[in-house]
């Protein structure tokens, strides 16, 4: 992978100016099922549908999808209605038939991205196809598994790609299905920032209540699109019926959603704007060099320590710092979490260069 490669030209030729909205059944159940659902959610506004042909069950027994028969509904639905279709592939098999359905999408689960072996095999499949892939965040909160399947896919000779973050399993109790951990798919797009985002608002939640907060709050974050699970009934669904929301709501929902722009366009405000911003790197540098006093002295206490053969970390001093650190953030209303967490950087880094400084100190004695 690599930070300027444009992998987002595919989705500029579907949602220029908008959020991409991928929409459509946890899983395909019947063709009637299908047309309706594609037929709602082309109204609503989106320009993919989806559904689930296999489905990767945490217990045996639960449905399992329709399998094949379903592309087949998926290529009516594309006929009726003009949208793409996306599915979730597992295997070569399943590569195999998504391509000989024309199935445009095809996205790697969060069961599959876990593992690099699974991964490799649909790349393998994938050698010379022109798709698009979009990959599923893995399960647990790895970005570097995540970019490596991203990157197997790649090396696969696609271009067109795309990651979709679905959040992370957790054993603790939460309001979540999947924490959402946004720090993640933040850093993802730091690294790739022409890399298409898409949220996965409903395998996050687990609930439609919840659907259209986790949303807003991706597309508040830059994300470059939603994929959200749509049924024509949610409450009869064959799989994941509690997450599930009405071609309707989804309607509304995406009606009352709230893009930011990506630039202030007013120039009055663009000049504060700016002015601000200079004054906050004039502060940065003027932190920078309160950071380099603050060594300085750290390393002329090294060398007395050291004369003087004194342990470097001093237990009393240190909680002294902290007491003094938080009693200033209070007074100075400063989130004291944030000031804790910064000084036992600073800590940590201070003993670092203590320590350099005695083993220096050690080598110039012998
Ligand atoms: C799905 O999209 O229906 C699905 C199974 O998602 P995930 O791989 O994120 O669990
Ligand atoms: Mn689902």
């Keep these: 992978m690599t930070t300027d490669k444009k992998y987002s030209n595919w989705l500029k030729a579907i949602a220029s100016d908008k959020p991409l909205i991928i929409a459509g059944p946890c ?121 490596g399947a991203l990157e197997r896919i790649e090396k696969a000779g696609i271009d067109k790609l795309g990651a979709i973050h679905r959040g992370f399993s957790s054993y603790k109790k939460m309001m979540y299905r999947n924490e959402p951990l946004w720090q993640i798919p933040i850093d993802l797009k730091t690294r790739f920032p022409n890399l298409p985002l898409i949220n996965d608002p409903s395998h996050i939640s687990g609930n439609r209540e919840l659907v259209a907060d986790i949303a807003q709050t991706a597309i508040q974050l830059k994300f470059d699109g939603l994929i959200i699970e749509t ?22 929902f995406l009606q009352k959603l709230v893009v930011p722009k990506d630039r202030i366009f007013n120039p009055e405000l663009l000049k504060s704007m700016q002015l601000l911003r200079n004054e906050i790197d004039q502060i940065d540098s003027e932190l920078i060099q309160l950071l380099k006093a603050r060594q300085d002295k750290t390393e002329h206490i090294a060398q007395i320590k050291f004369e003087e053969n004194i342990a470097i970390y001093q237990k009393e001093r240190w909680l002294d710092i902290l007491q003094k650190a938080n009693r200033n953030a209070l007074q100075n209303q400063i989130n004291q979490k944030f000031i804790e967490q910064l000084f036992r950087l600073l800590h940590q880094e201070s003993l670092k260069i203590q320590h350099r400084i005695f083993s220096e100190k050690e080598q110039t004695k012998k």
């Design 231 to 252: 049924h024509i009934r949610p409450e009869e669904a064959w799989s994941d019926a509690a997450q599930q929301i009405t071609p309707a709501y989804l309607s509304e």
């Design 27 to 147: 899983s395909a159940e019947t063709e009637s099922q299908v047309l309706a659902t594609a037929k709602g959610v082309k109204e609503a506004g989106a320009q993919i549908l989806r559904a689930g042909i296999w489905k990767p069950r945490t217990r045996p027994g639960n449905f399992e999808g329709v399998g094949k028969i379903g592309l087949q509904w998926l290529q009516k639905a594309k006929e009726q209605t003009g949208l793409l279709t996306a599915i979730e592939v597992a295997n070569p098999q399943h590569v195999e038939l998504a391509l000989a359905h024309d199935i445009d999408i095809l996205w790697i689960g969060a069961r599959t991205s876990v593992n690099p072996f699974a991964v490799q095999e649909i790349a393998d499949a994938l050698l010379g196809v022109d798709k698009i892939i979009l990959v599923k965040n893995p399960v647990n909160p790895d970005l570097a598994l995540w970019i």
